[in-house]
C-alpha cells in the first residue's frame, strides 16, 4: 500500500515524540487550573492522534467522541450538521477539542461554539496538524504538532475517500492515485 505515497511529511518518530511534548504540556497547563479536561476527538480522523496523545497526558481524563459535517450543497460557512452527538453533558466542563488538521479553521469555529452553547466553561483545542496558509476564520489551535505547507495529506487518521487513514505517517500520495 505504501506504494501510493509520493513522500513523508512527518515520520512516526516524530508524531509520538511530538505528542509526547504536547501531552505533558497539557498536562502542566491543565494542573494548574486544578481541573481535568474531557477530551472531544472529531470522527474520525483525530482517533489515531487521541490515542497517541492520552497515552502522555498524566491527569485524570476522560474522553468522548462528537461526528460533525458540513451541510451538503451549501457553501458551509456557519452551520455544521451533528451527525453524532456526545454521550456525556458538558456544563461547567473544561473541554479540550482534539482534532487531526486545522484547515480552512471553519470545524474548529463551529465546534468551538457548540460546545460553548452547551455550557462547557472553557474550550481549548490541540490539533495533530496546522495549515495556516488555508485559514479563512480566525481562530487558532491552543497546541499544534506540527504546521505543514497547503498540500493535501494523508496518514496517521487522515483519509483520500476513506482510504489511507491506517498509514503510520503524514504522507502525500502520488498525483496518479487521485486519477
Ligand atoms: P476545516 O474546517 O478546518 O477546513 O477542515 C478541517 C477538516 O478538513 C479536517 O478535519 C479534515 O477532515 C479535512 N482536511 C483538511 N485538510 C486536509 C488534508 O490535507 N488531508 C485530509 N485528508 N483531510 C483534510
Redesign the pocket.
Known amino acids: 500500500m505504501h506504494d501510493v505515497v509520493e513522500k513523508v511529511l512527518v515520520s512516526e518518530e516524530d508524531i509520538v515524540k511530538r505528542s509526547m511534548e504536547l501531552g505533558k504540556q497539557i498536562s502542566d497547563d491543565y494542573r494548574k487550573t486544578g481541573k481535568a479536561p474531557l477530551l472531544v476527538a472529531?470522527l474520525k480522523?483525530?482517533v489515531p492522534f487521541l490515542a497517541e496523545l492520552i497515552k502522555h497526558i498524566d491527569l485524570d481524563i476522560q474522553f468522548d467522541f462528537m461526528d460533525v459535517s458540513?451541510y451538503e450543497g451549501t457553501e458551509s460557512i456557519g452551520d455544521i450538521k451533528i451527525v453524532k452527538d456526545l454521550d456525556c453533558s458538558v456544563k461547567g466542563v473544561p473541554i479540550l477539542l482534539v482534532?487531526?488538521?486545522?484547515?480552512?479553521?471553519?470545524?474548529?469555529?463551529?465546534v468551538t461554539r457548540l460546545l460553548k452553547n452547551k455550557g462547557a466553561s472553557d474550550v481549548k483545542v490541540v490539533s495533530l496538524?496546522d495549515?495556516p496558509d488555508?485559514?479563512?476564520v480566525d481562530i487558532t489551535a491552543d497546541y499544534v504538532g506540527f504546521e505543514?505547507p497547503n498540500?493535501?495529506?494523508?496518514g496517521f487518521g487522515?483519509?483520500?475517500d476513506q482510504h489511507?487513514r491506517n498509514l503510520p505517517y503524514i504522507g502525500v500520495l502520488k498525483p496518479e492515485v487521485y486519477k
Open positions: 472529531l480522523g483525530s458540513s482534532e487531526d488538521i486545522v484547515d480552512t479553521g471553519r470545524t474548529l469555529k463551529e496538524l495549515k488555508r485559514r479563512v505543514i498540500e493535501f495529506v494523508v487522515l483519509d483520500y489511507y
